[in-house]
């Protein structure tokens, strides 16, 4: 077995639709940087996600010069949204967290609807002191994270992946399968270890930065979406629910939080610490 390396990053600027996959990325203390920095909402301005709108999936979002976001979409022009001014700010929901994010703007807003047909609204989490708090259950004093989930990152492995997708082989719905990794959203995606071997991590290091293992990721809905067809299946709920069922909950990777700041790359050595 290859020694284990950084097999891939992913970077989401809005939260629920597709981002990119760069070479290298740097490592913030709430999350990869521009990673799930702007986020759609409804008209109460709750969290807007491929829960409720699985065609979030085949829209794209990328990270210009500036911060700038780059957006496409089935059906739609082109449209890049500039980082708003820091003015005045709305107050956000993300599960049960409320936060403080500055609109994007009409125009935005306009191209969200036009292309969800319902009435949102896109804004944007900038300044360090409008980050939210990592879930206080199973985190450590100070931790914050942005507009993700719960956690600055999520971490899967290429072995899991292949003993689950063997398992839906296996299965009702095998036709379903194999499924790719963006199905599960991750931030880093590891190479050369055993399979759920990450079940057990408490400590990682990536290249040059450490991070805490904090819990395994609950899965929801959204990773029976296909991501290029916004279509829904069974899988892999069915068969998480039948082997990787940990209490009430499916799991499939793990959420990090960094100990450290730094870049990450593509093949940089991944090293468990604990």
């Known amino acids: 077995m290859p020694k284990p390396a950084l ?32 986020m759609v909402v409804d008209t109460e301005r709750r969290m807007l996600s491929q829960r409720q709108q699985p065609t979030l999936a085949l829209a794209s979002a990328e990270e210009l010069p ?5 957006l496409t979409a089935p059906g739609m022009e082109p449209l890049t949204v500039e980082v708003p001014e820091p003015a005045e ?78 398992r839906i082989a ?25 399979p759920w071997a990450e079940d057990d991590w408490k400590s990682v290091r ?8 904090a819990k395994p990721c609950s899965r929801c809905v959204v990773t029976t979406t296909d991501q290029r067809t916004a279509q829904r299946g069974k899988e892999p709920l069915r068969t998480l629910a039948r082997h990787r069922r940990f209490g009430d909950r499916l799991v499939f990777g793990q959420n990090l939080v960094p100990q450290g700041v730094g870049t990450i790359r593509v093949g940089d050595p991944f090293e468990i610490l604990g």
């Open 89 to 166: 700010t709305v107050t956000v929901e993300v599960w049960r967290d409320k936060v403080e994010a500055v609109p994007a703007g009409r125009q935005a807003a306009d191209w969200f609807r036009a292309y969800l047909g319902v009435e949102v609204e896109l804004v944007h989490l900038d300044a360090p002191d409008m980050r939210r708090p990592v879930d206080p259950e199973f985190a450590l004093p100070g931790e914050t994270v942005s507009f993700a989930d719960g956690y600055p990152l999520l971490i899967t492995t290429t072995s899991s992946l292949d003993a689950l997708n063997s």
């Open 206 to 213: 990536i290249g040059e930065v450490v991070f805490r293992v």
């Open 7 to 38: 097999q891939s990053i992913h970077l989401y600027p809005v939260k629920s639709i597709a981002g990119s996959g760069p070479g290298e990325a740097v490592v913030e203390p709430w999350g990869l940087a521009g990673d799930r920095r702007w």
């Open 66 to 70: 500036g911060g700038a976001l780059g």
């Open 170 to 194: 296996q299965g009702d719905h095998a036709d379903e399968g194999p499924l790719p990794m963006n199905r599960f959203r991750p931030n880093v995606v590891v190479d050369g270890t055993a």
